[in-house]
């Protein structure tokens, strides 16, 4: 159901996909991969009685017609391109705030605990007595079994720590804070996924990790008669 990250005892065994996220992304594209459309962000998602038109291009100009949609992007981004959501899809899909999480690859060995034996998959850094984001470190040798020399790391939240002239990339991300609201909408998904010929899926229906969002994308294909 999830990482168990935060058990102390009785945590489940932990694995990985060969050659990270890029290969299921590549599996799920097998078979449709000239029906999906690259850089054309949707606009907006106008309900019918009977169908759905959803409409992109630059200003939305352009649009297509289905009997249902899909919308598996983060929550806030599902309210902002609906037209006309009602009382509680404005609701849920509301009571998830997000969080900006900068991202960095580099290979700084010193954001590492002192102790080489304890690194681990991910690391956690914390400034004695200070308040700010999370921070926490992936070893992406450990995690994916690298064998290069070179120690490939993924910090979040943490640059003035590290080394500039070993950052690799910045990527900026966007993740849900799980609060009491969010977790009480969480509960009530049933009231707005599968209504009004729209369907939700999305990490911030579970913990916000790739595996939540694996799960909601089911319980979606449960409603066509497709399972795994």
């Not at 489940?12 to 459309?37: A, C, H, L, M, N």
Request: hydrophobic share 30%; net charge positive.
């Amino acid at each position: 159901q999830n990482h168990g990250l935060l058990q102390i005892y009785n945590r489940p065994q932990w694995w990985v996909i060969k050659d990270g996220s890029k290969s299921y992304i590549e599996k799920i594209k097998e078979g449709f991969e000239k029906q999906i459309r690259l850089s054309t962000p949707v606009k907006k998602i106008i309900r019918h009685n009977n169908e759905v038109e959803v409409c992109f291009g630059k200003n939305g100009e352009r649009s297509n017609k289905f009997d249902k949609v899909i919308i598996a992007t983060h929550s806030d981004q599902a309210l902002q391109i609906l037209d006309n959501p009602n009382a509680k899809e404005k609701e849920i899909l509301g009571a998830f705030p997000y969080q900006e999480n900068e991202a960095l690859l580099h290979t700084d060995e010193s954001i590492l605990p002192r102790k080489k034996q304890t690194w681990s998959s991910w690391n956690y850094f914390l400034n004695e007595g200070t308040k700010g984001p999370v921070t926490l470190t992936y070893s992406m040798n450990i995690l994916q079994s690298l064998t290069a020399k070179t120690h490939f790391l993924v910090t979040l939240n943490n640059s003035e720590n590290i080394d500039p002239k070993k950052i690799l990339k910045k990527l900026t991300y966007q993740h849900p804070l799980y609060t009491v609201e969010g977790v009480k909408s969480q509960k009530e998904k049933h009231l707005i996924s599968g209504k009004n010929n729209t369907f939700y899926c999305g990490a911030y229906w579970g913990n916000g990790f790739h595996e939540d969002g694996v799960v909601s994308a089911l319980d979606v294909c449960k409603f066509f008669g497709k399972t795994l």
